[in-house]
Nanobody
Framework: QVHLVESGGGLVQAGGSLRLSCAAS????????MAWYRQAPGKQRELVAS???????DYQDSVKGRFTISRDSAKSTVDLQMTSLKPEDSAVYSC?????????WGEGTQVTVSS
């Protein structure tokens, strides 16, 4: 059984930065995509950013230019550097690691951006 554990969330003022990290309980070989999702109260969970094993990234339009996703496939970790944070970025951020035959989620970490 693989567990993903997120860290780095917290309270930050608008315009500030946070770095989220996600680590797997053991190395997950050949996982194609690692991603960050978020869910704000009363809203559906949404994809924030993803990165493939080959390094191809994809971002939600609202975070382009502000967030950067990176991964270390050898360690099965994925990070999300968030800058110029806005109150609307407040949410529970969860990481996900998946391929066609596997799908793992973390429990999430809270990010709160005050105005």
């Amino acid at each position: 059984q693989v567990h993903l554990v997120e860290s780095g969330g917290g309270l930050v003022q608008a315009g500030g930065s946070l770095r989220l990290s996600c680590a797997a309980s053991r190395v997950i070989s050949l996982i194609n995509t690692m991603a960050w999702y978020r869910q704000a109260p009363g809203k559906q969970r949404e994809l924030v950013a993803s990165i493939t094993r080959g390094g191809i990234t994809d971002y939600q339009d609202s975070v382009k230019g502000r967030f950067t996703i990176s991964r270390d496939s050898a360690k099965s970790t994925v990070d999300l550097q968030m800058t110029s944070l806005k109150p609307e970025d407040s949410a529970v951020y969860s990481c996900r690691a998946y391929s066609h035959d596997r799908n793992y989620w973390g429990e999430g970490t809270q990010v709160t951006v005050s105005s």
